[in-house]
Every structure is written in structure tokens, then in C-alpha cells.
């Protein structure tokens, strides 16, 4: 399974939910591809220090080269090579269905995925059904850009509830987990 995750600048929520996608799968022993990007990135940025701190504030996701990460904005190649792409708020969303049409059946806020989302089906039937609703403000998952570092370990506790409830969503469909 191939999973885009989307945020604005791709130095904070996208790649933190990039990273909880990526020990999922392997802590799983799924064979997920997982790219992360923003729709308004500064090319090859690395993370911010509080997102940095955030992810290394939660135990499960283990010794990753976090600092690795350089930010890039979405791009028609991402959106074709994803089965699904998991935007942090509508804005997002929109931003897809704007710039690149073609991948409008793939993009949904993950919020709104986790608590809409059909439970049995195809990956590629319950993100479509999904994303035929509106996207909506009341999904997003809030940027903690310009916050304190209590905002973005809330944001970063946030996306590790929803990503190990996405698992739980994915596992239903055994064509995705090998």
C-alpha cells in the first residue's frame, strides 16, 4: 500500500504521522510505502525542533533518523503514485481536488476517514466513499506551527491515536498488510 500523508509546510503533522505510518507498518510487518508533502512547502526544509521533540516524546516509535527529514511539496507524481492520500484538515483537501483533480477520489482529512470510513472493503472503495463527502473544518487536525512545545506533543498524541486507529481500519483489508 502505497500512503501519502499532506499537511501545509510537511515540518510538522504530515511528517509526524509519516513517521507513526512508517513504525506501524513495521512493527506490523506490513510493507507500506509511506511519502509525506505539504501544499505550501519550502523545499528540502528539515523538521522543526519542537516536531523533532514531539516525536521523540512518544516511546512506540522507536530510534528513527527523524533529522533526516527534508520537507517538499506535493506533486502530480505523488498523487498518482498514492493509494491514499491522508490530509491533516480540509484546506488540504481542497488543495488536492484544485490542483490536482486526477487524485480527488484519494484524498481524505484523516480524522474524517478514522471516524467515517466504511469497516470492510477495499482500501481504494471506503477512501473514495470518503472523500465523495465535504471536507470539513471540524476533521482538521490542528497545525501546531508558532505553538509551544505542549501543542505540538498534543498534536503529535493526537495523529499516534488516530494512526494506530487507522491500523486497526487498514487490517480489515488483508490485501494491504503484504
Known sequence: MKILTLCTGNVARSVMHG?????????QGWEWEVRTAGTFAIENQAMSSRTL????????????????HRSRQITDDDVAWADAI????????????????????????IKHFVA???????????VAI?????????????DPAGGDQETYDRTAAELWELTQALGVLLAEDDSLLN
Open 130 to 142: 470518503v472523500s465523495d463527502l465535504a471536507p470539513d473544518v471540524i476533521w482538521d487536525v490542528v
Open 19 to 27: 513517521f507513526m505510518l512508517e513504525t506501524l507498518a513495521e512493527t
Open 116 to 126: 467515517t470510513a466504511p469497516l470492510d472493503g477495499p482500501l481504494f472503495e471506503r
Open 86 to 109: 491522508f490530509a491533516s484538515e480540509a484546506d488540504h483537501v481542497t488543495f488536492v481536488r484544485t490542483n490536482h483533480a486526477h487524485g480527488s477520489h484519494k484524498v481524505v482529512q
Open 53 to 68: 521533540t514531539a516525536l521523540q516524546g512518544i516511546e512506540e516509535l522507536g530510534d528513527y533518523e527523524f533529522t533526516l
